[in-house]
């Protein structure tokens, strides 16, 4: 179900605008960042309660302490012991994979910057990675993934139009293309879109040459994008590795 419905995001702007789905995320979150602020008023309360209930000998007791997720700051558990130094996964002290952290986030705000100042992705990407959350980290490479499979497919069948002898159909080219644009649109593919469009123009004139000059363009394009996009996501794994932290688990 859950493949399903990833699968179906390409279009799924078409039907619900995806601020729409942005803002819902967002709501999400502010719904968890409200019950972590009761919940740690909740303790101070506790604690409170607790220190008039002691007995004069046992008052001052440690309070206990709330741990925080170093990116939202949302408790992640309450413990009257001290806490451990936070150890990244690799065994590493977390100071020590900061000066990477901070590499690779340069790294991808300069790649993403290339992009955009090019022209190959617009605001759309952006949008769609605000709906990542902790539930589904990897939501923006799965999607485009699902993307690269169906352009693959979509490509195959342009060409296989333009190489038969005998083709005349350029309405069945038509439909390919608005498929093509569609997709491209929903994950911010501007570049690619703005090639479909003159791709598009040229088959509603039945020019032959020009289709397969745009088909030719479009599959650079393409090509040049994948990469891109691998080598981004690639950059970003190496930083959720290096930002993993292994917190106290809680008895």
Same mark, same amino acid.
């Given at each position: 179900?859950e493949?399903i419905?990833?699968? #179906?995001?390409? +279009?799924?702007?078409?039907?619900?605008?995806?601020?729409?789905l942005?803002r *819902?995320?967002k709501?999400?979150? +502010?719904?968890?960042?409200?019950?972590?602020?009761? #919940?740690e008023q909740?303790?101070?309360?506790q604690?409170?309660?607790?220190?008039l209930e002691?007995?004069?000998?046992?008052?001052g007791?440690?309070?206990?302490q709330?741990?925080?997720c170093?990116?939202c700051?949302?408790?992640?558990?309450?413990c009257?012991?001290?806490?451990t130094?936070?150890?990244?996964?690799?065994?590493?002290?977390?100071w020590?994979l900061?000066?990477?952290?901070?590499? /690779?986030?340069? #790294?991808? %705000?300069?790649?993403l910057?290339?992009l955009f100042?090019?022209?190959?992705?617009?605001?759309?990407?952006?949008?769609?990675q605000q709906?990542?959350?902790?539930t589904?980290?990897?939501?923006v490479?799965?999607v485009? %993934?699902?993307?690269?499979h169906?352009?693959?497919k979509l490509?195959? !069948?342009?060409?296989?139009? /333009?190489?038969d002898?005998e083709?005349? #159909?350029?309405?069945k080219m038509?439909?390919?293309l608005n498929?093509?644009m569609? *997709?491209? *649109?929903s994950?911010g593919?501007?570049?690619i879109? %703005?090639?479909?469009?003159a791709?598009?123009?040229?088959?509603?004139q !039945?020019?032959?040459a020009?289709?397969?000059?745009?088909?030719?363009?479009?599959e650079?394009e393409y090509?040049?994008?994948?990469?891109?996009?691998?080598e /981004?996501?690639?950059?970003?794994q190496?930083? $959720?590795?290096? $930002?993993g932290?292994r917190y106290p688990?809680?008895n």
């Amino acid at each position: 179900m859950e493949q399903i419905e990833k699968h #179906d995001y390409l +279009q799924a702007h078409q039907k619900q605008p995806i601020s729409q789905l942005v803002r *819902s995320r967002k709501e999400t979150e +502010q719904e968890k960042m409200v019950k972590a602020e009761t #919940d740690e008023q909740h303790n101070e309360h506790q604690y409170e309660q607790n220190e008039l209930e002691a007995e004069p000998g046992e008052r001052g007791r440690k309070k206990p302490q709330t741990l925080a997720c170093f990116s939202c700051q949302i408790p992640l558990k309450t413990c009257a012991e001290d806490s451990t130094i936070p150890v990244a996964k690799t065994g590493l002290p977390v100071w020590m994979l900061g000066l990477a952290a901070d590499r /690779l986030r340069a #790294d991808t %705000n300069r790649l993403l910057a290339f992009l955009f100042h090019q022209g190959i992705l617009d605001e759309q990407f952006l949008q769609l990675q605000q709906l990542e959350d902790e539930t589904s980290p990897n939501f923006v490479s799965e999607v485009v %993934n699902i993307y690269f499979h169906e352009s693959e497919k979509l490509l195959r !069948n342009l060409r296989s139009l /333009l190489m038969d002898r005998e083709f005349s #159909d350029y309405n069945k080219m038509g439909i390919h293309l608005n498929q093509f644009m569609g *997709s491209s *649109s929903s994950i911010g593919a501007k570049r690619i879109r %703005n090639v479909c469009v003159a791709f598009r123009a040229a088959s509603e004139q !039945n020019n032959r040459a020009g289709c397969l000059r745009a088909l030719e363009l479009l599959e650079h394009e393409y090509c040049f994008l994948k990469n891109k996009l691998h080598e /981004l996501f690639q950059i970003q794994q190496q930083r $959720a590795l290096a $930002a993993g932290v292994r917190y106290p688990m809680q008895n």
